[in-house]
């Protein structure tokens, strides 16, 4: 397996513009997060899906921020508008079944507002 | 509510010295427990893991015990290596009402110098 592939690797866009990252799960995988790196909050849980249903999304740190699972094999994370302070890394992940099991991360898309 | 406490970094070792990170949590159940990894520019990596009370994780020299009594995870190496130079998290998975969340720690950063 190809492992969890994100898209773009690096979005550089000016204030104000709307940013859409993309995450395809590693196939068979029924839970999906999006997670966001800073080096002031490290690692933050903003949503996540199992079975393609949004089950907790608190972390979503304000409307500005929606993400969408059409399918098992695509989940969309987007802004809009993007702000400077949303610069940071965004990080897809996958598991498959309960809490005993390991997440898989994918490469991340490091984005910059400026 | 439930959270993950790591020691924190950056913590600099010389090549071939004794490792250890260490993890407490809070949990109201009896959750999973994880070391993640993150090289450089890359998403985290599951390290280890242990399931349940007095399970010992190992993989790539590392180790660490599920110790309910004290409610700690600490990481271990005997040696460390220059390719060791990362940083770790450490997470707990939990059941959240029908879903399994995980928690992470801030992440504590290693460099190992020659």
């Known amino acids: 397996d190809a492992g969890v592939i994100q898209s773009p690797r690096h979005e550089v866009t000016e204030m104000g513009q709307e940013v859409t990252l993309r995450c395809k799960p590693i196939?068979?995988?029924?839970?999906l997060f999006w997670y966001r790196q800073t080096m002031m909050r490290g690692l933050e849980l903003l949503i996540y899906?199992?079975?393609?249903?949004?089950?907790?999304d608190s972390g979503m740190p304000e409307d500005r921020f929606s993400a969408k699972m059409p399918n098992a094999s695509f989940s969309t994370l987007k802004i809009q508008p993007s702000e400077p302070r949303d610069s940071a890394v965004y990080f897809c992940?996958?598991?498959?079944?309960?809490?005993?099991?390991?997440?898989?991360f994918g490469p991340g898309t490091r984005l910059t507002v400026t | 509510g439930n959270s993950v406490t790591q020691m924190e970094g950056p913590v600099t070792l010389s090549e071939e010295a004794f490792l250890t990170i260490n993890c407490t949590y809070t949990?109201?159940?009896?959750?999973?427990l994880f070391w993640y990894v993150q090289y450089p520019g890359e998403g985290l990596q599951l390290l280890l893991k242990a399931t349940k009370a007095d399970d010992k994780g190992s993989n790539k020299g590392f180790e660490a015990t599920y110790r309910k009594e004290t409610t700690s995870f600490h990481l271990e190496k005997g040696s460390v290596q220059v390719s060791d130079s990362a940083v770790y998290f450490c997470a707990l998975s939990e059941r959240k009402t029908s879903y399994d969340k995980v928690i992470f720690g801030p992440g504590t950063s290693l460099s190992v110098i020659p």
């Open positions: 196939s068979g995988h029924d839970y």
């Open positions: 992940a996958s598991r498959l079944g309960t809490r005993f099991h390991e997440q898989y």
């Open positions: 899906f199992n079975n393609n249903v949004p089950i907790d």
């Open positions: 949990a109201t159940g009896y959750p999973s």
